[in-house]
């Protein structure tokens, strides 16, 4: 079992930038991969990034260029850092870990608004 649970959600102005992070816990040796999901209101869920166990990175091209994502391995967390924020990224952010199963955390609330 793997357990994820996201932190850093909240209000951010246009062009402004946050950072979420997704702390692991539980089976972590199992994880082969994390990432990110977005589902904005009234849209389907996109996928946003991902970092493998390799330390290979990729994005949608809708965030190509703005965010980041990385990983601290003795910390077990991941991070997402979103730079040049704009409205349309607003979203729940939900993070994924990938194990012999998806393991997902509770999302947090990223709001784009000025």
């Known amino acids: 079992q793997v357990q994820v649970v996201e932190s850093g959600g909240g209000l951010v102005q246009p062009g402004g930038s946050l950072r979420l992070s997704c702390a692991a816990s539980?089976?972590?040796?199992?994880?082969?991969?994390m990432g990110w999901y977005r589902q904005a209101p009234g849209k389907e869920r996109e996928w946003v990034a991902r970092?493998?166990?390799?330390?290979?990175?990729n994005y949608a091209d809708s965030v190509k260029g703005r965010f980041t994502i990385s990983r601290d391995n003795a910390k077990n967390t991941v991070y997402l850092q979103m730079n040049s924020l704009k409205p349309e990224d607003t979203a729940v952010y939900s993070c994924?870990?990938?194990?012999?199963?998806?393991?997902w955390g509770q999302g947090t609330l990223v709001t784009v608004s000025s």
């Open positions: 994924y870990a990938d194990s012999f199963t998806r393991y």
């Open positions: 539980g089976s972590i040796f199992s994880i082969t991969a």
């Open positions: 970092i493998t166990s390799g330390g290979n990175t």
